[in-house]
């Protein structure tokens, strides 16, 4: 055990004193311990070679919010594609292209952790990195207009362990404190609230729409239009996985099931082949999930499933943990390493049936793409 080890193993029982946290926070927890190790080995490389497109290399001016952190003032996108795939430049508007950089204060890197459909990026100081002791703490935003990221709200240094997710939306910035869930109003404003005391630290919470939503447990379903406003409580069995207001994706065993949070009424929507090692996402036509080495659509209109991609990034590698995001015209699936700093994604057009590669970690939401590069990350519109 080396010493991130041993200061997790200090995260994970101090705060609780005479009881534990819950299992599963503490496998999320060493993914993510595993994952700073990775990144202070690629420490000393930046690559801002970029994502891939079928034209000659182009030179883009980075817009908006710029910072002495920002120079050159130039982003470089290098074309590459491979036959039968195109080029992320085919996807994304090269004009739209902003950096956010990963410096933070005390030289903490900014670690991304959730991409809201206005462009939101919301993240944290990445834990166990080079230059990350307690005092590197907080909620920390970026967006569309590029720049460093920004404070949105101060956090205890034993709150940095339990940020495994976070979610932004139209009623504001979800994250967990503990077993608890915290939240902050719209664009981050307002103090710092609780909306849940009783959320457990197990299920997925989400924000889309006027609403945020959870699982408690996975024996219920709420639902939130405001940060400390009124919680409406669904018993609803099974666990929360993806969101497109106003349905839920729930999964029940082999069951998948579409609940309307806006008055709990549930629809069947499909019986899964499988019900072990599946991840969710859904926009508001589509629901996707990525197993068994294939990306899967349902439409939500006909009911019909089709399989849209055979071949999944280290699929049968269980030293890679896979995750899937869905905006209005992408999908994107990434398989990152739990111990080395290497990922790889394919984005999905589901217009044209063309998908990109990328050597490393994206997420998308309503009309956008952010993705890692090198040592910083990208955002785009996606093209319409």
């Known amino acids: 055990m080396d010493e991130l080890e041993r200061k997790l193993e200090e995260l994970l029982t101090s705060p609780f004193k005479d009881e534990y946290p819950p299992e599963s926070l503490r496998s999320q927890i060493l993914e993510r311990v595993a994952a700073a190790r990775r990144h202070r080995v690629a420490a000393g490389t930046v690559t801002l070679a970029a994502v891939a497109a079928l034209a000659p290399i182009i030179a883009m001016q980075a817009v908006s919010e710029r910072s002495p952190a920002d120079e050159p003032a130039t982003v470089t996108v290098t074309a590459t594609a491979t036959s039968g795939q195109t080029g992320l430049g085919a996807l994304v508007d090269p004009g739209t292209i902003v950096r956010i950089p990963r410096d933070l204060p005390g030289k903490s890197p900014f670690e991304a952790m959730a991409l809201g459909r206005d462009g939101t990026v919301l993240g944290a100081?990445?834990?166990?990195?080079s230059g990350n002791s307690q005092r590197s703490t907080g909620i920390w935003r970026a967006g569309p207009d590029g720049g460093l990221p920004a404070l949105v709200a101060e956090t205890g240094p034993e709150v940095r362990a339990y940020l495994w997710a976070m979610a932004a939306g139209v009623p504001g910035y979800l994250w967990p404190d503990?077993?608890?869930?915290?939240c902050r109003g719209?664009?981050?404003e307002g103090p710092t609230r609780t909306l849940d005391e009783a959320w457990g630290g197990r299920d997925r919470f989400f924000a889309d729409g006027p609403a945020f939503v959870w699982g408690r447990n996975a024996r219920a379903l709420l639902v939130a239009t405001a940060c400390g406003g009124q919680i409406r409580n669904y018993p609803i069995s099974g666990t929360l996985e993806a969101l497109s207001y106003p349905h839920a994706?729930?999964?029940?065993g082999s069951d998948l099931r579409s609940v309307d949070v806006r008055d709990g009424a549930i629809r069947d929507l499909r019986r899964l082949e499988s019900s072990s090692d599946l991840v969710f996402a859904a926009n508001p036509h589509l629901v996707a999930w990525a197993g068994g080495g294939a990306l899967t659509v349902l439409?939500?209109?006909?009911?019909?499933?089709?399989?849209?991609?055979?071949?999944l990034p280290h699929e049968a590698d269980t030293a890679y943990a896979g995750r899937i995001t869905a905006?209005?015209?992408i999908i994107v699936y990434t398989a990152a390493h739990q111990d080395r700093d290497e990922a790889e994604t394919v984005v999905y057009d589901v217009r044209t049936g063309r998908e990109a590669r990328l050597g490393g970690e994206a997420w998308t939401a309503g009309d956008w793409l952010l993705w890692r590069d090198g040592a910083d990350y990208r955002l785009a519109r996606v093209r319409p």
């Open 125 to 129: 100081p990445q834990i166990g990195a």
């Open 178 to 182: 503990g077993e608890r869930l915290s």
């Open 186 to 188: 719209p664009d981050g």
């Open 249 to 252: 994706i729930v999964r029940s």
């Open 299 to 311: 439409d939500r209109d006909t009911g019909r499933s089709r399989q849209i991609l055979h071949t």
């Open 327 to 329: 905006g209005n015209r």
